[in-house]
């Protein structure tokens, strides 16, 4: 068979037929035996896309194209969940690696590259005079948390949105003591009318509250105006302000949602962007609350690790003198308004919404609702070269014009089959 030929040098080879996911279901039947899940992250099982129409295991990227195990390409928006902000292979990252690989990955006593790297960070983050690194977002959110506690000498926190799998975060789920359910009070954002509440949430439990730790929602964008009376309400009662930023951190702006919106936070914890897809993470802020980090017992071997570091550092350097966020936002925004006049036009319940540089996929409010038009629109877009995530999805600096173009017109297509398959039911 004819290897197809891609319409440009940025798009994908176009899919003949339906997809190929012979190899795919081979390795999916070897990995339900050995890994409980599937695979290492949640949001990465197959249940989260259209099972049986949607490829399992991908195999290689370049840019932002990725192959699949049985030789097909797409365009890739999930990018890593969020964390290959240069796409796949960038110079920035492979060429740190080779030059570095030599030096070791892991040495025996700290090196150089621990505090370079830190310069680097706290050069671009507003208010950060210090920071320690991980090697996961939920090591740093549980280490801002302990910082917390301790420098507050208060217990209790109030979470917004998804800041990690440990203990006092998910304390609702199965394996979790249920005493710790009385630390912790989750609450929302998806809508105008939860800000106030959140407020509110502040003042009522401010002699026992430690930290708010904040991930903004991806549904719809938060106002400078409310991110201010966050950080009013909390300087007022004694309460750190923790933003998770482990997805907004180098993508709303090049310091973040704290430069994004305006606003400091007293501890900003950081991964996925921070080093482009090699696994770090960071916490950071005013010497004041980061300098009694070193009081508590926080330590991991792995937080040294020279490559990531080095990459970190490399990272930041080409972030610092790029137009990527420009691009990403110039892209989003493209992205969100094509798909949504499409979706217009043909009566879709379609809508792109959130953040420019994360597009925010919606059907329907209802989660059920949502996810039974959105597991044949996920499969309509695979088969024709577009991975997407059921919900939040991301733009990296490699995407083209061309490649969001190509997007826009594949939803459409997608859209208008949908509903002659519906007129035809």
């Known amino acids: 068979m004819d290897t197809p030929v891609r319409k440009h040098p940025s798009l994908p080879r176009p899919i ?12 999916l039947e070897e990995a339900r035996r050995l890994v409980p899940g ?11 896309f259209a099972p049986g129409a949607f490829p399992v295991f991908l195999v290689k990227g370049q840019g932002t194209l990725v192959e699949d195990a049985d030789g097909q390409e797409y365009i890739d928006f999930i990018s890593g969940l969020g964390a290959n902000m240069l796409g796949h292979n960038h110079p920035a ?16 006593l700290p090196t150089p590259v621990e505090v370079s790297s830190v310069q680097a960070l706290i050069d671009v983050i507003p208010g950060a005079e210090m920071a320690r690194f991980f090697k996961t977002g939920a090591d740093a959110t549980s280490a801002a948390v302990r910082l917390a506690r301790h420098v507050t000498g208060k217990e209790k926190i109030i979470t917004v949105g998804y800041n990690g799998w440990h203990d006092h975060f998910m304390y609702d789920t199965p394996g979790v003591p249920a005493a710790l359910a009385s630390l912790t009070t989750r609450m929302p954002l998806f809508t105008p009318p939860d800000e106030p509440a959140l407020l509110a949430a502040i003042e009522k439990n401010a002699s026992q509250l430690a930290a708010v730790l904040l991930s903004v929602p991806y549904n719809r964008p938060v106002t400078p105006e409310f991110m201010k009376q966050v950080r009013e309400t909390c300087t007022a009662h004694g309460v750190l302000l923790v933003m998770d930023e482990v997805v907004t951190g180098f993508r709303l702006a090049l310091g973040g949602g704290q430069e994004f919106f305006g606003v400091r936070a007293d501890i900003v914890c950081l991964s996925k962007s921070i080093a482009a897809g090699m696994p770090l993470s960071a916490i950071a802020g005013p010497a004041r609350h980061m300098s009694r980090l070193s009081e508590l017992q926080v330590s991991t071997t792995f ?25 990403i936002a110039k892209l989003g925004r493209r992205l969100r308004e094509g798909i ?15 953040y ?9 409010k209802d989660p059920a609702e949502h996810a039974k038009k959105m597991l044949p629109f996920q499969a309509g ?14 733009l990296c600096a490699v995407h083209t014009e061309e490649q969001i173009e190509h997007t826009i017109e594949m939803a459409a297509e997608v859209m208008r089959s949908l509903q002659a398959v519906s007129s035809a039911a």
């Open 93 to 108: 990252v492979v060429d740190t690696i080779r030059k570095h690989l030599e030096e070791g990955i892991l040495h025996s």
């Open 38 to 48: 599937v695979t290492q992250s949640m949001m990465k099982k197959p249940e989260h």
């Open 340 to 354: 949504n006049a499409h979706a217009e036009q043909l009566g879709s319940t379609l809508r792109v919404s959130g």
């Open 16 to 27: 003949q037929g339906e997809l190929r996911l012979d190899r795919s279901n081979q390795l």
């Open 381 to 394: 877009m695979a088969r024709r070269g577009v991975l997407l995530r059921r919900d939040v999805n991301f």
């Open 303 to 327: 937080g040294g690790e020279l490559l990531s570091l080095a990459v970190c550092e490399a990272v930041i350097a080409h972030y610092r003198k790029s137009d990527y966020i420009q691009h």
């Open 356 to 364: 420019d540089a994360i597009p925010f996929f919606l059907f329907a």
